[in-house]
T-cell receptor, first 111, second 108 residues
């Protein structure tokens, strides 16, 4: 158990809908990272937050947004969902920016 | 951006065998990690190793930063070692970039 929790574990929704994925980092970790793992794109970095502020942005679509709250948990919002958004979404946290610890992931299926 | 390659893409071993997985990267890095993704999808951190050598039980890793590669050694492999092994690098504040992975199958 990495200490990073993600909810929900599974999510099935329809095209055009909006969903919110939630992540709670390890106790004391200020950095939260979001990743997408799909069959055709592999593991891709989406966005990083550090203590509530956006720190780095990767291949994140404009339809996606994220935020980190004062209690350090983070949410990833995916809107106007398309079939191609079906993927495993991981959250990771880090204290020092060195070792990242990954949560169990949220498996999203868009029908 | 930085490119990460891993070899071999697939590896099938008999239980008890040893193996070496390789990660090549195209630029200098300040962070390199090895992960194991188990058959249930969980990503497990194995090593933080931007340079040097580390060992943890049957696993060890070596990164030669000047030559831009890292090696992961698995000795006396077990069926529970099966899964996909990823190398990921951070290029001094750039995004954390993952390699395509090596899929390992350990047969009983």
């Amino acid at each position: 158990d990495s200490g990073v929790t993600q909810t929900p574990k599974h999510l099935i929704t329809a095209t055009g809908q909006r969903v919110t994925l939630r992540c709670s980092p390890r106790s004391g970790d200020l950095s939260v990272y979001w990743y997408q793992q799909s069959l055709d794109q592999g593991l891709q970095f989406l966005i990083q937050y550090y203590n509530g502020e956006e720190r780095a942005k990767g291949n994140i679509l404009e339809r996606f947004s994220a935020q980190q709250f004062p209690d350090l948990h983070s949410e990833l919002n995916l809107s106007s969902l398309e079939l191609g958004d079906s993927a495993l979404y991981f959250c990771a946290s880090s204290a020092t920016g060195e070792t990242q610890y990954f949560g169990p992931g949220t498996r999203l299926l868009v029908l | 951006g930085i490119q990460v390659e891993q070899s071999p893409p697939d590896l099938i071993l008999q239980e008890g065998a040893n193996s070496t997985l390789r990660c090549n990267f195209s630029d200098s890095v300040n962070n390199l990690q090895w992960f194991h993704q188990n058959p249930w999808g969980q990503l497990i951190n194995l090593f933080y190793i931007p340079s040097g050598t580390k060992q943890n039980g049957r696993l060890s890793a070596t990164t030669v930063a000047t030559e831009r590669y890292s090696l992961l050694y698995i000795s006396s492999s077990q069926t529970t070692d099966s899964g996909v092994y990823f190398c990921a690098v951070d290029n001094y504040g750039q995004n954390f970039v993952f390699g395509p992975g090596t899929r390992l199958s350990v047969l009983p």
